[in-house]
């Protein structure tokens, strides 16, 4: 698809600033220009300032007709504190592609939390001179769409305490008939839409209120929830351990309904997870409906569209669901949208930003959060599934730094210098680290897709270090293994790696997925163990085997599973690096996100609210009174 295109020039110094200032001292083109390079026309776009704006759903009506372009997912090796540069890679190589090699590209990434941003890891916008720009508005509020998570989560918590509350205080059920429904200023008693929508889920037909008898009236008001099967917690954007567990209602007008509750961080909400895997305005206002907040005396599910605040939940959540259009260093277009909790969710950008990055670009590079093991083993066995797109590429990307700690090294020490294995040539460390990439590339080859693997380099690297990652990722079955040099460089960096990935593009694929739906529960867990953790077996506490069967005949067991595990290792235990063999895992605990559409699977214990480290990165965050530019973000 050609397209009029002005790349963006960079402007390298050498010793390389910090990020923010990189950002700060690139040009931006408006974004009506990058939309116009991209052939968005002016009436689908919603202006947020000169340099980012939402793009309207309707451009998918406008495009269908176009054929999807070439779609691959960056990756990685399983995570050390030493970084791998997921991010940076992905940019970098949408950088390459669009204003070196004159493709027609797009970068789809997620938005980042608050949390780490001012918590231990700072911002997710890329680094060095691939990142996307500006830098501070991705990393902050952008235009809004976790803050419409954070109260739309909230709103649907308020409505499931209020409605326990009012049902015990009014034990008449047609006395709380009456309330749900009252008359208008006519005397008219009319259902809403909402209530509509819940008759409708009890089998009941009529539409008119006087017409119910005192059995219907009675089934739609009374949800009879039992509080100690109440799941659905509060959210906030920020790191605070102290929320984890709280106790609520402690005023003196919900005397008796205390109860035990907490918060977890927005990103971990289900309706951020809803975000990333709706299809369309209707998809969400389904989706939110099927949320399950809580189950009833009888075991049975309650649902947010049971509480009757799903219609709600979608009017705040109408503009978070328009993907953000912003660019690259060098001027390439990026879509930024949706950010969900990759330990608990996949962890991925949303499919309706993809849809429309594959209709404007003949390249989406887009990324799974995480090491291949947990990110993209999600990406394809359920953002796949509900979107219908098929991969041709996975960019595996891999440091010889990191290698080396699965090889044995030592532990990285925040502060101090990093050790001269990680910063001399050792061979023989970085070959006892190579299985960690090996197995990540054979599983990648197990959903046959071509496999690409990116070297992310430092300045230490040597060349004969390099060449035995090389070595080993091709006979692992990668198409190719190139250094990459994009944190320094920018998109000259990642010529290289570009043109792989053009290469492996046009290779044959023959994706297919690693279990079907409808096998049982356990046989999709013990599936994903055996094929991706290589682990002998699994082992099930006596709650997740009742949750299994729970879920099971509430007929969620169709559903795809998003394994909550540590990042850390193909383990359930994050001091495991390598490549380990002979082990176990153990399933604690699973949960439901029915409206997003998944399982999770907890193994071991897993934190849905980070807390903030002694020295958190907020320190260095500040606004420069006279300039107005914001400092210290990275």
Same mark, same amino acid.
């Given at each position: ?16 600033? $910090? ?6 001292? =690139? ?23 000169? /340099? ?32 791998e540069g997921k991010t940076t890679t992905t940019v970098g190589v949408s950088q390459a592609l669009g204003a070196h090699l004159g493709r027609n590209v797009m970068t789809v990434i997620r938005q980042p939390s608050q949390g780490p941003t001012f918590g231990i890891k700072g911002g997710a916008a890329g680094g060095g001179y691939s990142q996307i720009i500006p830098m501070e508005d991705f990393n902050l509020h952008l235009t809004g769409d976790i803050h419409a998570i954070t109260a739309a989560h909230n709103l649907c918590a308020a409505a499931l305490d209020?409605?326990?509350? /009012? ?40 539409? *008119? ?8 009236? $009675?089934? &739609?008001?009374?949800?009879d929830i039992d509080y100690s099967g109440v799941q659905w917690r509060r959210v906030i954007d920020i790191n605070d351990s102290m929320l984890r567990s709280i106790k609520v209602g402690l005023g003196k007008d919900e005397a008796g309904f205390e109860h035990d509750s907490g918060y977890d961080i927005t990103v971990a909400s289900e309706i951020m997870a809803i975000l990333a895997l709706t299809t369309d305005l209707a998809d969400m206002r389904d989706r939110l409906g099927r949320m399950v907040v809580a189950v009833n005396r009888k075991g049975e599910a ?16 109408? *503009? ?16 930024? /949208?949706?950010?969900? &909790? ?30 291949? *093991? ?5 990406? &394809? ?48 460390? %970085? ?52 250094? $990459? ?25 023959? &994706? ?54 540590? /990042? %850390? $290792? ?24 029915? =409206? ?7 193994? =071991? ?14 320190? *260095? ?14």
């Amino acid at each position: 698809m050609a397209r009029k295109f002005s790349p963006t020039p960079l402007k390298l110094r050498t010793p390389v600033p $910090s990020d923010i200032e990189i950002a700060q001292e =690139g040009t931006l083109k408006p974004i009506l220009q990058i939309a116009e390079e991209l052939g968005i026309e002016a009436g689908e776009l919603e202006l947020y300032g000169p /340099h980012k704006a939402k793009i309207k759903l309707e451009i998918l009506e406008r495009l269908k007709g176009r054929p999807d372009g070439k779609y691959i997912d960056v990756t990685a090796i399983t995570p050390t504190p030493l970084g791998e540069g997921k991010t940076t890679t992905t940019v970098g190589v949408s950088q390459a592609l669009g204003a070196h090699l004159g493709r027609n590209v797009m970068t789809v990434i997620r938005q980042p939390s608050q949390g780490p941003t001012f918590g231990i890891k700072g911002g997710a916008a890329g680094g060095g001179y691939s990142q996307i720009i500006p830098m501070e508005d991705f990393n902050l509020h952008l235009t809004g769409d976790i803050h419409a998570i954070t109260a739309a989560h909230n709103l649907c918590a308020a409505a499931l305490d209020a409605r326990i509350m /009012h049902e015990a205080k009014t034990p008449d059920d047609a006395k709380l008939f009456d309330a749900l429904c009252p008359p208008d200023k006519k005397g008219q008693r009319r259902f809403s839409p909402t209530m509509l929508r819940r008759l409708k889920k009890l089998g009941i037909k009529k539409t *008119d209120p006087n017409e119910l008898t005192a059995e219907e009236k $009675s089934r &739609f008001a009374r949800l009879d929830i039992d509080y100690s099967g109440v799941q659905w917690r509060r959210v906030i954007d920020i790191n605070d351990s102290m929320l984890r567990s709280i106790k609520v209602g402690l005023g003196k007008d919900e005397a008796g309904f205390e109860h035990d509750s907490g918060y977890d961080i927005t990103v971990a909400s289900e309706i951020m997870a809803i975000l990333a895997l709706t299809t369309d305005l209707a998809d969400m206002r389904d989706r939110l409906g099927r949320m399950v907040v809580a189950v009833n005396r009888k075991g049975e599910a309650v649902t947010a569209e049971d509480l009757g605040v799903a219609g709600a939940l979608t009017v705040l959540m109408k *503009d978070a669901i328009k993907p953000n259009l912003m660019q690259t260093l060098e001027g390439t277009p990026a879509i930024v /949208h949706a950010g969900p &909790f990759a330990n608990i969710a996949h962890g991925q950008s949303s499919i309706i930003a993809d849809k429309i990055a594959l209709k404007l670009a003949d390249y989406v590079i887009t990324e799974s959060g995480f090491g291949a *093991d947990i990110g993209m083993e999600k990406f &394809f066995g359920i953002k796949c599934r509900y979107s219908g797109l098929i991969p041709q590429v996975v960019a595996l990307v891999a440091t010889v730094r990191a290698l080396k700690m699965h090889g044995g090294g030592p532990k990285v020490v925040a502060g101090k210098p990093l050790a001269s294995e990680y910063t001399d040539e050792n061979l023989d460390l %970085l070959r006892k680290g190579l299985p960690n990439m090996v197995q990540h590339i054979e599983n990648a080859l197990k959903y046959g897709v071509n496999v690409v693997v990116a070297v992310n380099s430092f300045a230490t690297d040597t060349q004969a270090e390099v060449e035995v990652v090389r070595e080993a990722a091709i006979k692992a079955g990668a198409m190719d293994a190139v250094v $990459s040099r994009h944190w320094m460089e920018g998109g000259k960096g990642a010529i290289a790696l570009a043109e792989a990935v053009i290469k492996a593009c046009d290779k044959p694929t023959n &994706f297919k997925f690693l279990y079907a739906l409808d096998i049982p529960v356990k046989e999709k867990i013990e599936t994903i163990a055996r094929e991706i953790y290589r682990a002998d077996g699994v082992d099930y506490t006596p709650e997740a085997e009742a949750k299994i069967a729970q879920f099971t005949k509430l007929g969620f067991g169709n559903l795809p599973l998003c394994m909550a595990k540590t /990042h %850390l $290792s193909f383990t359930d235990k994050a001091d495991q690096k390598g490549a380990p063999r002979g082990f176990r895992i153990t399933i604690s605990d699973i949960r439901a996100s029915a =409206g997003a559409g998944f399982l999770y699977p907890l193994l =071991g214990t897993m934190r849905t609210m980070p807390g903030l480290p002694t020295r958190p990165v907020f320190y *260095d965050v500040d606004l420069d009174l006279e300039t107005g530019k914001v400092l210290g973000l990275f």
